[in-house]
């Protein structure tokens, strides 16, 4: 059973408009929750975070969106670049439980960025 | 500066041998994991630790062990390996929530 869920394999923007990546939890335990970006041939890196006391957190280009009671985040970049294309990951976890280290994550999404 | 570097970044190997990934991390962080990416499946936790001594199942743990002597390393072992084994290994160390991720080491098993 896949407690989070990123539904669209990939995404295509032009540069310059809005990116949003969609990402949909069940665990409702889950109060932490974390996007990575991840190039070829290197490890995910982390982007931006959001604690589930927030709905919203920004960090330059990137802001990313929770709605508790629909059990959803997003994540928006604007404006999208080229170096924005990669492998997104959403990831969550339930800190509050303990074991908060551990992450659960997305199968991940494509975003690509055309010139 | 701080990192966390894996070894091999690419190995071949047959079906049956025992086969080691090395994870080292200089952050000091006591939490470390590995992880397996597979197309379609995302990232899926294998083993993790919470400290030296500490080790802890995750999804996807058959047929993998490891163990932590000391803060820094948590070698990822296949005892026996497998074509299902093929894959792209990430190791992982934090101390809250935000993980940290290693290059990664391409393993296959034919």
């Known amino acids: 059973d896949q407690q989070v869920k990123q539904n669209s394999p990939s995404l295509s923007v032009q540069e310059g408009r809005i990116s949003i990546l969609n990402c949909d939890y069940t665990?409702?335990?889950?109060?932490?929750f974390l996007w990575y970006k991840k190039y070829p041939a290197e490890g995910p890196t982390f982007l931006i975070s959001?604690?589930?006391?927030?709905d919203k957190n920004e960090d330059g280009r990137f802001t990313v969106f929770l709605n508790k009671s629909a059990k959803h985040l997003s994540l928006h970049i604007v404006p999208s670049q080229p170096g924005d294309s990669a492998v997104y990951f959403c990831?969550?976890?339930?800190?509050?439980?303990?074991?908060?280290?551990?992450?659960?994550f997305g199968k991940g999404m494509k975003l690509t960025v055309n010139p | 500066d701080a990192e966390i570097t894996q070894s091999p970044r690419h190995k071949i190997t047959e079906t049956g041998r025992q086969v080691t990934l090395a994870c080292h991390q200089t952050?000091?962080?006591?939490?470390m994991f590995w992880y397996r990416q597979d197309l379609g499946h995302g990232l899926r936790l294998i083993h993790y630790?919470?400290?030296?001594?500490?080790?802890n199942k995750g999804e996807v743990s058959d047929g993998y062990s490891v163990s932590r002597s000391n803060t820094e390393d948590l070698p990822l072992t296949l005892e026996s390996a497998a074509s299902s084994q093929t894959s792209v290994y990430f190791c992982?160390?934090?101390?809250?929530?935000?993980?940290?991720f290693g290059p990664g080491t391409r393993l296959t098993v034919l």
């Open positions: 992982a160390s934090s101390e809250w929530n935000e993980q940290f």
């Open positions: 665990n409702s335990m889950f109060d932490y």
């Open positions: 959001i604690s589930s006391i927030k």
């Open positions: 990831a969550a976890s339930a800190r509050a439980q303990g074991g908060s280290e551990k992450l659960v």
């Open positions: 952050w000091n962080h006591n939490n």
């Open positions: 630790s919470y400290g030296v001594h500490d080790t």
